[in-house]
T-cell receptor
Framework: AQSVTQLGSHVSVSEGALVLLRCNYSSSVPPYLFWYVQYPNQGLQLLLKYTSAATLVKGINGFEAEFKKSETSFHLTKPSAHMSDAAEYFCAVSDYVGAGTASKLTFGTGTRLQVTL | GAVVSQHPSRVICKSGTSVKIECRSLDFQATTMFWYRQFPKQSLMLMATSNEGSKATYEQGVEKDKFLINHASLTLSTLTVTSAHPEDSSFYIC???????????FGPGTRLLVL
Protein backbone atom coordinates (compact mmCIF):
# COMPACT_ATOMS: atom_id res chain seq x y z
CA ALA A 1 0.00 0.00 0.00
CA GLN A 2 1.19 3.47 -0.72
CA SER A 3 0.06 6.99 0.00
CA VAL A 4 1.14 10.58 -0.47
CA THR A 5 0.54 13.55 1.77
CA GLN A 6 1.03 17.05 0.50
CA LEU A 7 1.06 19.56 3.31
CA GLY A 8 -0.55 22.81 2.34
CA SER A 9 -3.22 22.85 -0.33
CA HIS A 10 -2.31 26.44 -1.11
CA VAL A 11 1.10 28.10 -0.99
CA SER A 12 1.73 31.75 -1.81
CA VAL A 13 5.19 33.21 -2.41
CA SER A 14 6.52 36.46 -3.76
CA GLU A 15 8.26 36.54 -7.09
CA GLY A 16 11.93 35.82 -6.51
CA ALA A 17 11.34 34.04 -3.20
CA LEU A 18 12.12 30.43 -2.40
CA VAL A 19 9.48 27.87 -3.33
CA LEU A 20 9.04 24.89 -1.02
CA LEU A 21 6.27 22.38 -1.62
CA ARG A 22 6.11 19.51 0.83
CA CYS A 23 5.48 15.87 0.07
CA ASN A 24 5.63 12.88 2.38
CA TYR A 25 5.05 9.36 1.20
CA SER A 26 4.35 5.90 2.47
CA SER A 27 5.29 2.84 0.46
CA SER A 28 5.69 -0.87 1.10
CA VAL A 29 8.36 -1.15 -1.60
CA PRO A 30 11.29 1.10 -2.47
CA PRO A 31 9.44 4.04 -3.96
CA TYR A 32 9.60 5.77 -7.27
CA LEU A 33 8.57 9.36 -6.69
CA PHE A 34 7.36 12.02 -9.07
CA TRP A 35 6.40 15.67 -9.15
CA TYR A 36 3.99 16.80 -11.82
CA VAL A 37 2.74 20.29 -12.62
CA GLN A 38 -0.69 21.10 -13.99
CA TYR A 39 -1.63 24.41 -15.55
CA PRO A 40 -5.32 25.35 -15.78
CA ASN A 41 -7.33 23.11 -18.09
CA GLN A 42 -4.28 21.10 -19.07
CA GLY A 43 -2.88 17.67 -18.39
CA LEU A 44 0.05 16.90 -16.14
CA GLN A 45 3.62 17.66 -17.08
CA LEU A 46 6.46 15.74 -15.48
CA LEU A 47 8.75 18.04 -13.50
CA LEU A 48 11.14 15.46 -12.11
CA LYS A 49 11.37 11.93 -10.79
CA TYR A 50 13.31 9.87 -8.29
CA THR A 51 14.08 6.32 -9.34
CA SER A 52 16.57 5.14 -6.72
CA ALA A 53 19.59 6.85 -8.21
CA ALA A 54 20.82 10.20 -6.89
CA THR A 55 18.79 11.47 -3.96
CA LEU A 56 18.90 15.07 -5.19
CA VAL A 57 16.97 15.24 -8.41
CA LYS A 58 16.99 18.18 -10.76
CA GLY A 59 14.04 18.81 -13.04
CA ILE A 60 12.78 21.26 -15.55
CA ASN A 61 12.19 24.97 -14.98
CA GLY A 62 14.76 25.16 -12.18
CA PHE A 63 12.95 22.82 -9.81
CA GLU A 64 14.64 20.16 -7.75
CA ALA A 65 13.65 17.69 -5.07
CA GLU A 66 15.54 15.69 -2.48
CA PHE A 67 14.61 12.16 -1.49
CA LYS A 68 15.06 11.66 2.24
CA LYS A 69 14.35 8.08 3.22
CA SER A 70 14.67 8.74 6.95
CA GLU A 71 12.01 11.41 6.73
CA THR A 72 9.96 9.68 4.01
CA SER A 73 9.93 13.00 2.23
CA PHE A 74 10.36 14.28 -1.30
CA HIS A 75 9.96 18.04 -1.03
CA LEU A 76 10.05 20.21 -4.15
CA THR A 77 12.06 23.41 -4.17
CA LYS A 78 13.01 26.25 -6.46
CA PRO A 79 15.38 29.01 -5.36
CA SER A 80 13.55 31.87 -7.02
CA ALA A 81 9.88 31.84 -7.96
CA HIS A 82 8.65 33.22 -11.24
CA MET A 83 5.16 34.31 -12.12
CA SER A 84 4.97 31.49 -14.67
CA ASP A 85 5.39 28.94 -11.86
CA ALA A 86 1.85 29.58 -10.66
CA ALA A 87 0.09 26.24 -11.12
CA GLU A 88 -1.09 23.11 -9.32
CA TYR A 89 1.65 20.71 -8.25
CA PHE A 90 1.10 17.02 -7.59
CA CYS A 91 3.43 14.64 -5.83
CA ALA A 92 2.99 10.98 -6.71
CA VAL A 93 4.43 7.63 -5.64
CA SER A 94 4.61 4.51 -7.77
CA ASP A 95 4.80 0.88 -6.73
CA TYR A 96 6.74 0.01 -9.85
CA VAL A 97 9.08 -2.91 -9.18
CA GLY A 98 10.30 -3.70 -12.66
CA ALA A 99 9.46 -4.50 -16.24
CA GLY A 100 6.39 -6.59 -16.82
CA THR A 101 4.82 -5.71 -13.50
CA ALA A 102 1.64 -3.78 -13.04
CA SER A 103 2.07 -0.52 -11.18
CA LYS A 104 0.01 2.52 -10.41
CA LEU A 105 0.61 6.08 -9.41
CA THR A 106 -0.89 7.32 -6.20
CA PHE A 107 -1.28 11.08 -6.17
CA GLY A 108 -1.33 13.57 -3.38
CA THR A 109 -4.15 16.03 -3.19
CA GLY A 110 -2.13 18.75 -4.86
CA THR A 111 -0.73 22.12 -3.85
CA ARG A 112 -1.73 25.28 -5.63
CA LEU A 113 1.20 27.65 -5.92
CA GLN A 114 0.43 31.34 -6.16
CA VAL A 115 3.20 33.78 -7.07
CA THR A 116 2.68 37.43 -6.23
CA LEU A 117 4.54 40.53 -7.30
CA GLY B 1 9.96 12.76 -26.61
CA ALA B 2 7.17 11.00 -24.68
CA VAL B 3 4.28 12.99 -26.07
CA VAL B 4 0.70 11.94 -25.44
CA SER B 5 -2.26 13.51 -27.19
CA GLN B 6 -5.96 13.41 -26.50
CA HIS B 7 -8.88 14.12 -28.75
CA PRO B 8 -11.15 15.92 -28.44
CA SER B 9 -9.93 18.52 -25.97
CA ARG B 10 -13.46 19.55 -25.19
CA VAL B 11 -16.84 17.98 -25.90
CA ILE B 12 -20.40 18.93 -25.12
CA CYS B 13 -23.11 16.32 -25.56
CA LYS B 14 -26.72 15.68 -24.72
CA SER B 15 -27.70 13.38 -21.91
CA GLY B 16 -28.11 9.80 -23.10
CA THR B 17 -25.56 9.97 -25.90
CA SER B 18 -22.18 8.26 -25.98
CA VAL B 19 -18.87 10.02 -26.23
CA LYS B 20 -15.54 8.58 -27.32
CA ILE B 21 -12.22 10.03 -26.20
CA GLU B 22 -8.97 9.04 -27.87
CA CYS B 23 -5.56 8.87 -26.27
CA ARG B 24 -2.47 8.48 -28.43
CA SER B 25 1.20 8.07 -27.67
CA LEU B 26 2.90 9.96 -30.49
CA ASP B 27 6.54 8.97 -30.21
CA PHE B 28 6.68 5.79 -28.18
CA GLN B 29 4.86 2.51 -27.83
CA ALA B 30 2.55 2.53 -24.86
CA THR B 31 2.18 -0.95 -23.48
CA THR B 32 0.05 0.41 -20.66
CA MET B 33 -2.39 3.28 -20.66
CA PHE B 34 -4.28 4.75 -17.76
CA TRP B 35 -7.50 6.73 -17.59
CA TYR B 36 -8.10 9.26 -14.84
CA ARG B 37 -10.93 11.50 -13.88
CA GLN B 38 -10.41 14.84 -12.19
CA PHE B 39 -13.07 16.90 -10.47
CA PRO B 40 -12.58 20.65 -10.07
CA LYS B 41 -9.83 21.56 -7.61
CA GLN B 42 -9.22 17.89 -6.79
CA SER B 43 -6.58 15.31 -7.47
CA LEU B 44 -6.68 12.67 -10.16
CA MET B 45 -8.74 9.56 -9.60
CA LEU B 46 -7.58 6.46 -11.46
CA MET B 47 -10.47 4.87 -13.33
CA ALA B 48 -8.81 2.00 -15.13
CA THR B 49 -5.56 0.55 -16.42
CA SER B 50 -5.33 -1.01 -19.84
CA ASN B 51 -2.62 -3.11 -21.40
CA GLU B 52 -2.41 -3.42 -25.15
CA GLY B 53 -4.48 -6.32 -26.38
CA SER B 54 -5.99 -7.08 -22.98
CA LYS B 55 -9.13 -6.16 -21.14
CA ALA B 56 -8.90 -3.12 -18.95
CA THR B 57 -8.66 -3.40 -15.19
CA TYR B 58 -11.12 -1.08 -13.51
CA GLU B 59 -10.76 0.50 -10.12
CA GLN B 60 -13.31 -0.22 -7.46
CA GLY B 61 -16.49 1.75 -7.97
CA VAL B 62 -15.93 2.43 -11.66
CA GLU B 63 -18.65 0.95 -13.87
CA LYS B 64 -17.00 -0.99 -16.66
CA ASP B 65 -20.19 -1.06 -18.73
CA LYS B 66 -20.44 2.70 -18.57
CA PHE B 67 -16.80 3.53 -19.22
CA LEU B 68 -15.69 1.29 -22.06
CA ILE B 69 -11.95 1.16 -22.62
CA ASN B 70 -10.22 -0.24 -25.66
CA HIS B 71 -6.46 -0.50 -26.11
CA ALA B 72 -6.22 -2.12 -29.50
CA SER B 73 -2.76 -0.90 -30.47
CA LEU B 74 0.46 0.21 -28.84
CA THR B 75 -0.29 3.84 -29.60
CA LEU B 76 -4.03 4.20 -29.12
CA SER B 77 -6.49 3.75 -26.30
CA THR B 78 -10.09 4.93 -26.29
CA LEU B 79 -12.52 5.68 -23.50
CA THR B 80 -16.19 5.64 -24.39
CA VAL B 81 -18.63 7.14 -21.93
CA THR B 82 -21.88 5.37 -22.73
CA SER B 83 -25.28 6.92 -22.11
CA ALA B 84 -23.67 9.96 -20.58
CA HIS B 85 -25.44 11.88 -17.85
CA PRO B 86 -24.69 15.29 -16.32
CA GLU B 87 -22.89 13.66 -13.39
CA ASP B 88 -20.36 12.28 -15.88
CA SER B 89 -19.26 15.81 -16.68
CA SER B 90 -15.62 16.02 -15.70
CA PHE B 91 -12.05 16.37 -16.90
CA TYR B 92 -10.74 13.07 -18.23
CA ILE B 93 -6.99 12.58 -18.51
CA CYS B 94 -5.10 9.67 -19.99
CA UNK B 95 -1.52 8.67 -19.45
CA UNK B 96 0.76 6.22 -21.17
CA UNK B 97 3.77 4.19 -20.17
CA UNK B 98 6.15 2.21 -22.31
CA UNK B 99 7.52 -1.24 -21.60
CA UNK B 100 10.11 -1.34 -18.80
CA UNK B 101 9.37 2.29 -17.96
CA UNK B 102 8.39 3.61 -14.57
CA UNK B 103 7.15 6.97 -15.78
CA UNK B 104 3.64 7.82 -16.94
CA UNK B 105 3.29 10.59 -19.50
CA PHE B 106 0.03 12.45 -19.50
CA GLY B 107 -2.21 13.75 -22.21
CA PRO B 108 -3.63 17.27 -22.13
CA GLY B 109 -7.05 16.12 -20.95
CA THR B 110 -10.58 16.19 -22.30
CA ARG B 111 -13.27 18.26 -20.71
CA LEU B 112 -16.67 16.61 -21.02
CA LEU B 113 -19.86 18.53 -20.39
CA VAL B 114 -23.11 16.60 -20.50
CA LEU B 115 -26.22 18.72 -20.79
Amino acid sequence: AQSVTQLGSHVSVSEGALVLLRCNYSSSVPPYLFWYVQYPNQGLQLLLKYTSAATLVKGINGFEAEFKKSETSFHLTKPSAHMSDAAEYFCAVSDYVGAGTASKLTFGTGTRLQVTL
Amino acid sequence: GAVVSQHPSRVICKSGTSVKIECRSLDFQATTMFWYRQFPKQSLMLMATSNEGSKATYEQGVEKDKFLINHASLTLSTLTVTSAHPEDSSFYICSARGAAQETQYFGPGTRLLVL
